[in-house]
């Protein structure tokens, strides 16, 4: 049996591949916890800077594996389906303390959908299709999705993504800010790969410090987030790779920091 996630280390990143093509990489037991697994070790190498997650085949993730077991049926428990799986996976990817970039293509449907929209760089291709298929069976959208889409798209549009749930393109995900960016199809690993190589070569505590500061944003009144802006700010003006930074800057050449691969 092949492997439900495969894992390529590349200078400065890993690139996390969901490998279940002929479930359209539909999650079951198997995925959540080897991608769990695979971002904690992410988190523990310093060597790897950020995380690359796309899918195989013809697709990035149709969400849920609904012929898992347990699903349906009197003592079906989605409650706890959606704690010891989506709800830890996309905790993990948001407490991340390091970039992770997500190249979709083909259909992300459902939960599939949150976790792209959960990553803090998505780039799909124009022609693919994002939704939020749960009203179809019956279903709220889960995974964050409430969360996210109105902060991403606005109220009325998640609505209507919500209530609906009808396709919509990458293109259309990226002109209502629920993406980075939209590239034609044969782009779209390569525009994720350039991303991820420029990301391993900036200071990696800026960065882990930037997503906790947007992070906190979302709850934090202004006097909270300016609070929290000045100890960042604090902790980050004492570290090597700020003294490199401003050192590089009047010297006028690139600044090398910390960690970074060669």
């Not at 690359?52 to 085949?57: E, I, N, P, Q, V």
């Not at 500061?213 to 979302?218: I, Q, S, T, V």
Request: a neutral charge; proline letters at 5%; aromatic letters at 4%.
């Amino acid at each position: 049996m092949s492997e439900v996630l495969l894992v390529e280390r590349r200078p400065g990143y890993r690139v996390l591949t969901l490998n279940r093509p002929q479930k359209l990489n539909a999650f079951d037991a198997a995925l959540h916890a080897a991608l769990l697994a695979a971002l904690e070790e992410s988190a523990r190498d310093d060597a790897t800077r950020a995380v690359l997650l796309t899918g195989a085949g013809r697709g990035f993730c149709a969400g849920q594996d609904l012929a898992e077991p347990g699903l349906t049926g009197p003592d079906a428990d989605l409650a706890a389906v959606i704690e010891r799986g989506w709800n830890r996976l996309i905790r993990a990817i948001r407490g991340l303390p390091k970039p992770v970039v997500c190249a979709v293509h083909g259909s992300a449907a459902g939960a599939g959908a949150s976790v792209a929209f959960a990553c803090d760089i998505t780039v799909a291709a124009e022609t693919a299709k994002f939704s939020q298929a749960f009203i179809r069976i019956g279903l709220i959208p889960d995974s964050g999705a409430t969360w996210m889409l109105p902060r991403l798209a606005g109220p009325a549009r998640a609505r209507a993504m919500a209530m609906l749930g009808d396709p919509i393109t990458g293109a259309d995900a990226a002109a209502m800010g629920l993406i980075h960016r939209a590239v034609p199809e044969d782009r779209v690993m390569a525009e994720a790969e350039a991303l991820c190589e420029r990301l391993a070569r900036l200071p990696a505590r800026a960065l882990a410090a930037t997503k906790r500061a947007l992070d906190a944003a979302e709850g934090n009144t202004l006097d909270a987030q300016l609070d929290l802006e000045a100890k960042l700010q604090q902790e980050l003006g004492r570290s090597h790779d700020y003294n490199e930074g401003v050192a590089a800057f009047a010297q006028k050449r690139a600044p090398r920091f910390e960690g970074a691969p060669e």
